[in-house]
Nanobody, 127 residues
Framework: QEQLVESGGGSVQTGGSLRLSCAAP????????MVWFRQAPGKEREGVAG???????TYADFVKGRFTISKDHGKKTLNLQMHMLQPEDTAKYYC?????????????????????WGQGTQVTVSS
């Protein structure tokens, strides 16, 4: 299976925006649940947002209204548009994929479900 490759991370001030992309040829047009995770130093990995094969999104409560997950079938990318960034959003962000049609509402955020991961991209938000 092809690799997942994240990009778009960087440093912004509180209230700023960033758009992350994950190059995902071989995944975007196939039956995969795709998810963005993040992990801050000393903290557990947490699910941020997931998207079903049909494009239905699901979000962690802490990003609802601020982040938008989407798929670009033309560019073969998974995207995460992030607005109103806060210092607590500082983390390394990873995309992951699991071969299933629907992410599901109760366990999509469990990292142990996913066996396809990218290397991550760092997001730093300063106050």
């Amino acid at each position: 299976q092809e690799q997942l490759v994240e990009s778009g991370g960087g440093s912004v001030q509180t209230g700023g925006s960033l758009r992350l992309s994950c190059a995902a040829p071989g995944y975007i047009d196939d039956a995969y649940c795709m998810v963005w995770f993040r992990q801050a130093p000393g903290k557990e990995r947490e699910g941020v947002a997931g998207i079903d094969t049909d494009g239905t999104p699901t979000y962690a409560d802490f990003v609802k209204g601020r982040f938008t997950i989407s798929k670009d079938h033309g560019k073969k990318t998974l995207n995460l548009q992030m607005h109103m960034l806060q210092p607590e959003d500082t983390a390394k962000y990873y995309c992951a994929a699991e071969r299933r049609t629907y992410c599901g509402s109760t366990t999509w955020y469990r990292g142990d479900r996913y066996n396809n991961w990218g290397q991550g991209t760092q997001v730093t938000v300063s106050s």
